[in-house]
């Protein structure tokens, strides 16, 4: 893995947690390609039941690192980004994921390739890729609107807001809240899922994801190129710019 990606096999689960803590586990692309190790390994490790994404009690992902991602110039099938997507869009074993903190662009769209999602009380959770001058990434233009509805999805990304755990609930994203240590929580419905039969699961994941497979992967591809035409635009410059100097 990476410092900042760190792999752990328990009872049947690999925990893959992010440790960038002080830049509130920011993604660079480095830590894309960590993650992508990450997801290979547990394809290919028959130990590996189910895989748990996680951070700490305190924070999940707080996006992009936007200092990184200046630099970005493309968005290829080779680039870090695009091996991580395309291994998430096709990853066959299930996935958790267990939120806390700020779960802010891809620590949100990340979360539409989970199978089961928990989060703790005063989770937060925000699309702000307009508002950077960018747009939806992760296939989220397509598979949002089909988790939560084409309205709230069209809010969601359009406006850029905040919302919470219990909104994020209500409207489907996720399957829980939880009180108290939300890790221990995603790992103990991690061991549960653990214990069933593997090709079942594997099985029942393929058939509930069947009917818009190919439609995530083209959204991917889409969205990417895109994403970069923006980044490399001025919308995206002055926003970005503008993000700095507030912080």
């Not at 690192?65 to 200046?70: A, H, K, S, T, W």
């Not at 979360?111 to 989770?123: F, K």
Request: aromatic fraction near 6%; glycine fraction near 8%; charge should be neutral.
């Amino acid at each position: 893995m990476t410092d900042f990606v760190k792999t752990a096999l328990e009872g049947g689960v690999l925990k893959v947690s992010l440790e960038r803590f002080d830049k509130k586990n920011a993604l660079t692309q480095a830590m894309y390609d960590g993650l992508t190790a990450a997801l290979r390994q547990a394809e290919s490790d028959q130990a590996v039941k189910v895989v748990l994404l996680q951070g700490n009690d305190q924070v999940f992902c707080a996006g992009n690192d936007l200092e990184d991602f200046l630099s970005l110039k493309d968005l290829g099938e080779d680039s870090p980004i695009l091996r991580f997507l395309t291994t998430l869009v096709r990853f066959k074993k299930p996935l958790l994921a267990a939120v806390a903190g700020p779960a802010v662009g891809i620590g949100t769209t990340v979360l539409l390739h989970c199978d089961l999602v928990v989060a703790q009380t005063g989770s937060r959770f925000q699309l702000p890729f307009v508002a950077l001058g960018l747009c939806a990434e992760a296939g989220s233009s397509l598979l949002l609107a089909k988790r939560i509805g084409q309205a709230k999805a069209n809010e969601w990304l359009l406006t850029g807001k905040a919302y919470s755990a219990e909104e994020a609930l209500s409207q489907g994203l996720i399957n829980q809240v939880v009180e108290g240590d939300v890790c221990a929580t995603g790992l103990a419905l991690a061991k549960q899922l653990a214990q069933l039969p593997s090709d079942a699961l594997a099985t029942t994941k393929a058939l509930i994801r069947a009917p818009y497979q190919k439609e995530a992967e083209k959204a991917i591809a889409d969205e990417a190129r895109e994403f970069v035409r923006l980044l490399q635009g001025d919308e995206c410059k002055a926003a970005v710019k503008a993000f700095f100097t507030r912080r």
